[in-house]
């Protein structure tokens, strides 16, 4: 049987190939007509993965209809974009694998409660982790956490997505495997600012420390276990992406951080940075559950424009003096 993704950006079309690397058909859903025609023809995406030859089992479509046979769909669009394509798709039953990382703007629901109300009768999984799609795609050595609210439910569908380098570690903590890849995005902004605006290496090491605070109280607050947020989903994710100019968050932040405005920088991108829609969700969900992330306070200062640098880092840095474990 096929597998189905949803979602023709760089990590859906990575995700079909390594799919597609275990002689499993794959079908692809894209949006954009030209990714359906150059997958077929090509067998290239070079909208969202360019360079990348694709395996000819992989068959891209823009109809959701035909989605419907795929033993599992991995659903691989924007978050924002999640609930309105998954309204799109008919109610089969089949398990949704939730591939994006963000938190729902208006609502504040984590990605799994917007597809359990989308999709009551579907099993719900998340796989997240550290991922640079190219590198996924270019069939280098990934570990990820994949969960699922039932531990036999998490195990099978492991088994269906492994393949020789790509590792799911399974997990229950479906809220735990979500807020380590959408909080790491906005801490991964901050610490671009960090390298563009010149602050140092000490300066990028307090940051993933502090942010990862930030991140574990806010996870906690929301139901996840620390020991999750300390794994593939959560840490793993947050130093990769705090770490490289590959990651689209981190070059956001370094132009931020080189005194370019958020609007400037996000208007020439087909790309997705998922940290800038989901800095101003977080601030207002950590608020909501009386949570302190001053990190993230800080990036949503910069991406409105409401603050410079400067004054976004004087203001961290002048905060009143607190323990490093708060009680
Ligand atoms: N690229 C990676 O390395 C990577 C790795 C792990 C997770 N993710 C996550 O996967 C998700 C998708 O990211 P990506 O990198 O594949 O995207 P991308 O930046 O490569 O491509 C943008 C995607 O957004 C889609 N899109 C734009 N407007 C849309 C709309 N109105 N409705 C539905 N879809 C729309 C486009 O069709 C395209 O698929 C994000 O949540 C991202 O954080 C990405
Ligand atoms: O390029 P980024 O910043 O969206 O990061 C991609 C993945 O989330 C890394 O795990």
């Known amino acids: 049987m096929t597998i189905a ?5 760089a990590w859906g079309t990575a995700l079909a190939q390594v ?38 089992l992989i068959r891209a479509t823009s109809d959701l209809g035909e989605i419907a ?29 939730l591939c994006a990382k963000g938190i729902e703007a208006g609502t504040l629901k984590l990605l799994h409660d917007v597809a359990h ?50 590792r799911p570690y399974v997990s229950t903590d479906l809220a735990g495997a979500e807020i380590g890849g959408a909080v790491k995005n906005v801490l991964a902004i901050a610490c671009g600012v960090v390298e563009g605006a010149g602050l140092g290496q000490n300066a990028r090491a307090a940051l993933i420390a502090r942010g990862f605070a930030e991140m574990t109280r806010f996870g906690m607050a929301r139901g996840a276990r620390p020991e999750t947020l300390a794994g ?27 005194g370019k405005s958020a609007r400037d920088l996000l208007s ?14 977080l601030v207002e969900a950590a608020r909501a559950a009386g949570v302190d ?11 409105s424009g409401e603050a410079e640098v400067g004054a976004v880092v004087e203001r961290l840095l002048t905060r009143p003096l607190s323990a490093e474990v708060r009680a």
């Open 117 to 166: 109300e989308e999709h009551p009768d579907s099993p719900i999984a998340v796989l997240s982790g550290p991922t640079f799609a190219h590198e996924v795609a270019a069939g280098l050595p990934t570990a990820i956490t994949l969960a699922a609210g039932d531990e036999a439910q998490a195990k099978a569908l492991a088994a269906l997505i492994a393949r020789p380098t790509f």
């Open 268 to 281: 020439d991108r087909r790309t997705v940075a998922e940290g800038a829609a989901t800095a101003p969700v």
């Open 69 to 97: 046979g795929a033993e599992a769909v991995l659903v691989v669009t924007p978050a924002q974009h999640m609930r309105s394509v998954l309204r799109g798709l008919a109610p089969t039953g089949q398990a949704l694998i």
């Open 293 to 303: 992330m001053p990190i993230a306070e800080a990036v949503c200062a910069l991406l």
């Open 5 to 9: 993704v949803l979602g023709g950006g």
């Open 232 to 258: 593939l989903s959560g840490l793993g994710d947050l130093v990769l992406t705090c770490s490289s100019t590959s990651s689209r968050n981190f070059s956001l932040g370094v132009g931020l951080g080189q």
């Open 19 to 56: 799919i597609a690397s275990g002689d499993r058909p794959v079908t692809l859903w894209a949006r954009e007509s030209e990714v359906v025609e150059a997958v077929n023809g090509a067998h290239e995406n070079p909208l969202f993965l360019p360079k990348i030859p694709l395996s000819p």
